[in-house]
Each structure stands twice: as structure tokens, then as C-alpha cells.
């Protein structure tokens, strides 16, 4: 049977494998209720001819019951992937390395599971210092590997590798990891075999197949976590949905030179401005972006070192607004000075950003009036209201700090440093700023009940900071002047100590921080409310305050 086809082993449609790549015909028969809207929207990518790595999908169907997923049906497409990319699974000269990543039918960002670098053991390293021709490499996705398969496969927690990169690097919290050279990177890989081998009680798994089985299995059993389920019960999506399973071939940025990892918008998420929005990190794996354990940065470094690598994907992401009729946020590795896309989706956006969207898009006759009309029914001047920071007097607050901005507006509140803390609190009826190291999706449930978040690390698209732009919060990320002491219950800022508790501003429009609780004014954008009135034939909204 052509690995092309789908897998017909039981009554449901959505247990496929199916192929993706330039050559392959669209899988119009089952779309993203079966390959999920990750993978389906990989399909269309490569359909247009734009820069996917081949993969392939195990359906949605496979999720209730992943056992019931012999390897006999998804081998003739690993075949199918060897033979396009001109590699082999666990071969010593010429390996192939895998991404395993999640992908249900509705998007969830950051709540299941992904895995790098697939593939890699003492045995095929050497054949990826041969073919690569670059040491630090090799070193840097090995330890990668062991640490994000133990963390995810194993069960370890992330601390004990984390434990080790702290020894390596001396201590440094602010080092950088990105300038290890490769043997300080072989060293941390030396570590993290003796980490897992303590906290996983065996040997990390030194075959390339049995490593594939196993992230498979992992990333299925991530739709089942309590993130996961929290977002599912958040967003009341069915339990039964599922999600795909994607084995993609690795790109690498960080392969040195002109290589590294972004993520972007095509416009921006919290104003809706017809310009791009994009963080990335240069000899940077993807998972440093939107993990939340890692700050980034915008994109004018990428632009100024590799303009026809931003140029390349500037157009790529113009088709894609055109192809998909909408806002998008994309994943994307630079590899060599080469461009791959490795996801993109509906990007999630603030109502103020929906409306101006929608209203350009249709000025630009990329959707029609039915359309435009149809994404902004709900929006009216209250759902536009912008708030802001009040000056007292006409005398400008000093903030404590700043950060990066991922989404507009103001909130205030007590500061908490975890879930136990803020479900206590706002029981009592008070309003939150949940702070944290990290922008991470573990801490969902906390970010919903706060106002806002504000991390030490972390990307304004991390997959955090998006959930909290979605959620309609708050979300100042990557304030390296932040210093937390989660024992004492204290942050340090600006030179200023103030306690869990304590009141505190983010002001996301700015992207300031203030102790206290600043005075707000609520603003609607009267030239984006006369041009929504105008889209749906109605009097002129009135400018609120």
C-alpha cells in the first residue's frame, strides 16, 4: 500500500498516516479533523510550493487508543521520508534526525508536547559531525535531546538538567548558552546521560527507533496532561477531539553561521497594524522561542545580518495571508541562509486588532464584506476600549522597569507567585499579577485567574504569552531586571523590593512596570469605531470613556 494512501485499520476515518511534502497531492478527503490543523495547514504550505520539510502524520483517530498504532503502519512512511530527504533512521553515516509534535484539529498553543532531534545516539552522532561538518552541533542537539526526551518521555523534571547547565556554565544565570562551545556543549551532554541514568533509573535509549516509538507515544499521551485539559475545559473543546502526531525531517538553526529560530505574526496581534511582528533568536532551536524559558527579540538583527533571508520570508508569509484569508502566526528555522516553515495558523489576536484586521483585509480584497462583517459582530466600542495609564496632573509616572510588551493594556494588582497563592487570593476578591521566572503554559491555570503576567524570561510569542494575549491578558515577558526570591516571596526590580502581595501596574501599551496601582482611563479608537459602524451600516459609535 502507497504510503500516500490511508492506513484503513479500524471504522474510524481519522486513523491515517499520511505523507506531506511538495510532491504530494493535497489530502483533500480528510482534512484538519483528522490530520490536525497543524498538519493540514503543513499540507497547504507545501501545496503552494512554499519551504516544508517533508513529513508525515499519524491521524487524530490514533489518540484514544495509541496502542492500537502498530509500527507496520506508519514504517512505509518513514521509508517514504529516507528516501526524500536522502537519509536514514538510525544510520551511522547518513542519520536522519526527526521533530515529533502534537497538532489537534483546534488550536492549543503550548499545551502538548514536541520533541527535537529524534534519532540521535552515540552511534549516529559521528554521521552528523560528518555530514554537518560542525561539532558544536552535533553537541548542542544531542544534549538538547537528552534533556527534552528525558523531561517528556522519562518523566524527569526539568530542574536536574537544568542543574546541569547551571555546572557548566558556572553558575551564570545570564550567560548565554548559545556561546558553549562544542565541547563545553559535550560535556553538558555528559552530564545530562548521567542525570537521566540517576532520575530515570536506566540508560537513556542509544536506538534511534525505539526513540521515535516512544515520542510518538509521549505526544499522544500530552493530550491527556492537566494543561492540556485545563485549555480543553477553558475553551470548552471536546475531550474526544484528539490530536495528530507529526514526524517531520530536523531543520537546524542552530547550525551557526546564518542560522537560528523565529516566530511571528503577519501583523501585529494586540493593534492589528499591517506590519510584522516577528522574535527571533539566531543559532536557536524553535522550542527556545516558544518554550518561555528563553527571551528573544525582535526581528531587526535578522533583517540587517540576512536581508534576503527576511525578505524570503516576508513573501512567504504575504501568500500565506492571502491563501489562508487571514491574520497568521508562522514558525519558521533558518538553516544555512535557507528558510523552512514549520507551522502556521489563525494567529490569535486582541478584539481592538480583530477589528482593524478584519477592516484591512477587507479593503485589501483579501475577504469580502460577508466575511469581514462575520468576524466583527460582536465587536462595539466597549470591546474596543483601549485602557491606558493616567498622569497625574500632567506628571508622567517612572516606571520600575520595562519589558517586552506581548499584549496591550493595563492591569494592576497583588503580586503571587503561584496557583495555590492566586486561587486564595482572588477567592477573596482580589485582583492579581501572577509574576514569574518563566513564560510558561504550566502556569494556565494561575494566568487565568490574574490580571496580568510578567516573567524574567521569555518571547512575546512564546506559547504563554500567546494563551495570555487570548485570554485578554496583560503580558510584559523577558524584564531582565526582575529578580525573583520565591522562598522570601519577594521580587527585586529598579532597586525597589516588594513583597507577594503588594501592589503592582503593567502597563502593556508601553511596557512599564510600576509599583502601586496606577490610575486608568479607557480610550476607544474613534476612527476604527467609524469604520466598523460603516462595515456594518450602523450610526456612529459614540467615543466612550
Not at 524570561?457 to 523577558?478: D, I
Request: glycine share 10%; aromatic share 4%; proline share 4%.
Amino acid at each position: 500500500m502507497s504510503a500516500d494512501r490511508a492506513v484503513a485499520t479500524s471504522t474510524d476515518a481519522r486513523r491515517v498516516v499520511r505523507l506531506i511534502h511538495a510532491a504530494a497531492p493535497l489530502p483533500e478527503d480528510c482534512g484538519a479533523a483528522a490530520l490536525g490543523s497543524k498538519a493540514w495547514n503543513l499540507a497547504r504550505m507545501a501545496a503552494l510550493g512554499l519551504p516544508v520539510p517533508p513529513a508525515f502524520v499519524l491521524g487524530t483517530g490514533w489518540c484514544a487508543e495509541p496502542g492500537a498504532l502498530d509500527e507496520a503502519a506508519w514504517r512505509p512512511a518513514l521509508a517514504e521520508l529516507e528516501r526524500l530527504s536522502g537519509l536514514r533512521l538510525g544510520d551511522t553515516r547518513h542519520p536522519l534526525l526527526l521533530s515529533v509534535r502534537s497538532g489537534a484539529p483546534v488550536s492549543m498553543p503550548g499545551m502538548m508536547e514536541t520533541l527535537l532531534d529524534i534519532g540521535l545516539t552515540e552511534t549516529t552522532l559521528p554521521g552528523l559531525l560528518r555530514v554537518s561538518g560542525h561539532p558544536r552541533l552535533a553537541w548542542d542537539a544531542f544534549r538538547r535531546l537528552i534533556a527534552g526526551y528525558g523531561e517528556v518521555v522519562a518523566g524527569i523534571d526539568a530542574r536536574h538538567f537544568d542543574a546541569d547547565l547551571d555546572a557548566v556554565r558556572g553558575g551564570c544565570d545570564a550567560c548565554d548558552e548559545r556561546a558553549l562551545d562544542f565541547a563545553a556543549l559535550r560535556a553538558l551532554a555528559a552530564r545530562h546521560l548521567d542525570t537521566y541514568r540517576r532520575e530515570a533509573g536506566e540508560a537513556f535509549p542509544q536506538d534511534a527507533h525505539e526513540q521515535l516509538r516512544q515520542a510518538i507515544a509521549a505526544v499522544f499521551a500530552s493530550w491527556h496532561a492537566d494543561k492540556a485539559r485545563t485549555y480543553r475545559a477553558m475553551h470548552g473543546l471536546a475531550e474526544d477531539m484528539g490530536t495528530a502526531v507529526t514526524v517531520q525531517r530536523m531543520v537546524f538553526g542552530n547550525a551557526g553561521g546564518l542560522s537560528g529560530a523565529g516566530v511571528g505574526f503577519t501583523r501585529d496581534p494586540s493593534s492589528g497594524e499591517p506590519r510584522p511582528w516577528v522574535d527571533f533568536l539566531f543559532n536557536a532551536q524553535g522550542e527556545d522561542v516558544v518554550s518561555g524559558r528563553r527571551s528573544a527579540y525582535g526581528h531587526d538583527e535578522l533583517a540587517a545580518v540576512a536581508p534576503a533571508v527576511w525578505q524570503a520570508l516576508l513573501d512567504a508569509t504575504a501568500r500565506l495571508e492571502r491563501a489562508f484569508g487571514d491574520m497568521q502566526d508562522f514558525e519558521f528555522t533558518v538553516q544555512q541562509g535557507v528558510l523552512h516553515l514549520l507551522q502556521t495558523r489563525t494567529g490569535k489576536r486582541t478584539p481592538r486588532a480583530a477589528a482593524r484586521i478584519a477592516l484591512d483585509l477587507f479593503d485589501e480584497g483579501v475577504i469580502d464584506a460577508e466575511t469581514a462583517r462575520a468576524r466583527t459582530a460582536t465587536l462595539d466600542a466597549r470591546a474596543l476600549a483601549e485602557h491606558r495609564i493616567a498622569n497625574a496632573d500632567g506628571v508622567a509616572l517612572v516606571p520600575l522597569g520595562h519589558a517586552a510588551s506581548a499584549a496591550s493594556g493595563v492591569a494592576c494588582g497583588e503580586i503571587v507567585f503561584d496557583e495555590a497563592r492566586a486561587r486564595a487570593r482572588r477567592a477573596a476578591g482580589a485582583k492579581l499579577i501572577l509574576v514569574r521566572q518563566d513564560a510558561e503554559t504550566r502556569d494556565l491555570a494561575a494566568l487565568e485567574l490574574a490580571e496580568g503576567l510578567l516573567t524574567r524570561r521569555g518571547a512575546r510569542t512564546s506559547h504563554a504569552a500567546v494563551v495570555a494575549r487570548q485570554l485578554g491578558k496583560v503580558c510584559l515577558v523577558g524584564c531582565e531586571a526582575l529578580r525573583l526570591d520565591e522562598a522570601e516571596r519577594t521580587l527585586e526590580i529598579g532597586g525597589h523590593i516588594l513583597r507577594e502581595g503588594e501592589l503592582l501596574t503593567l502597563d502593556g501599551n508601553e511596557g512599564a512596570i510600576h509599583a502601586g496601582a496606577a490610575a486608568v482611563v479607557e480610550i476607544v479608537p474613534q476612527d476604527l469605531l467609524v469604520r466598523l459602524d460603516a462595515l456594518h451600516g450602523r450610526g456612529v459609535g459614540v467615543l466612550q470613556s
